[in-house]
């Protein structure tokens, strides 16, 4: 599945912004799929997750109560809603999907970049 992951841009530090991953071909909602980051200089993180059917969620602590995953299969489409934004969390955001309930991520989107202020 090719993925396309958008919606990163510069923002104020407690502002909020929505990532989108668009996915191309009709299995999309027998896929997981999975929020990843990468800062400047570090390795890439797992940021959130969210299952075929929208049921089952995971979030790394780090975001957990500030950010929200969702998806909508009929746009094949999975979300990622950062509220409460801090500098922190400034990194390349990729999207990733896999097969449903494998734990492993066979697409990757190009990646998005989001950039908070102090």
């Known amino acids: 599945v090719q993925l396309q992951a958008s919606g990163g841009g510069l923002v104020q530090a407690g502002g909020s912004l929505r990532l989108s991953c668009a996915a191309s071909?009709?299995?999309?909602?027998?896929?997981?799929m999975g929020w990843f980051r990468q800062a400047p200089g570090k390795e890439r993180d797992f940021v959130a997750f969210?299952?075929?059917?929208?049921?089952?969620?995971h979030y790394a602590d780090s975001v957990k109560g500030r950010f929200t995953i969702f998806r909508d299969n009929a746009k094949n489409t999975v979300y990622l809603q950062m509220n409460s934004l801090k500098p922190e969390d400034t990194a390349v955001y990729y999207c990733?999907?896999?097969?449903?309930?494998?734990?492993?991520?066979?697409?990757w989107g190009q990646g998005t970049l989001v950039t908070v202020s102090s």
């Open positions: 990733a999907a896999g097969g449903a309930g494998t734990g492993r991520y066979h697409d």
């Open positions: 071909g009709r299995a999309f909602s027998s896929y997981d």
């Open positions: 969210i299952n075929w059917n929208g049921a089952n969620l």
